[in-house]
């Protein structure tokens, strides 16, 4: 069972950024990614954005050229830089460990972004 901690969420204004964090209880493997997924009240969980231990990345067409995901040299700690943000993208920020590039068990607790019009 992997342990996944984030940080970073608050209350920002619309056309500002955010940066989120991740730290993982262990490094990638070569077969797994790490990203964000995010929630929002009565919607259903959906796909940010997540990175390969190769560096292959995917996002979510509605943060496409707004958002960098990234990780660091040690692989254990996955990054979302968030720009340009907007009220849409309010929502609880979930980080997961995967295989391959799709979503895993393993989810954090979730932390809150709220973006102000």
């Known amino acids: 069972q992997v342990q996944l901690v984030e940080s970073g969420g608050g209350l920002v204004q619309a056309g500002g950024s955010l940066r989120l964090s991740c730290e993982a209880s262990?490094?990638?493997?070569?077969?797994?990614?790490m990203g964000w997924y995010r929630q929002a009240p009565g919607n259903q969980r959906e796909l940010v954005a997540v990175?390969?231990?190769?560096?292959?990345?995917k996002y979510g067409d509605s943060v496409k050229d707004r958002f960098i995901v990234s990780t660091n040299d040690d692989k254990n700690t996955v990054y979302l830089q968030m720009n340009n943000l907007k009220p849409e993208d309010t929502a609880v920020y979930y980080c997961?460990?995967?295989?391959?590039?799709?979503?895993?068990?393993?989810w954090g607790q979730g932390t809150q972004v709220t973006v102000s019009s």
């Open positions: 997961n460990m995967g295989l391959g590039i799709q979503a895993g068990r393993n």
């Open positions: 262990r490094r990638m493997f070569s077969s797994n990614n």
């Open positions: 990175i390969t231990s190769s560096g292959r990345t």
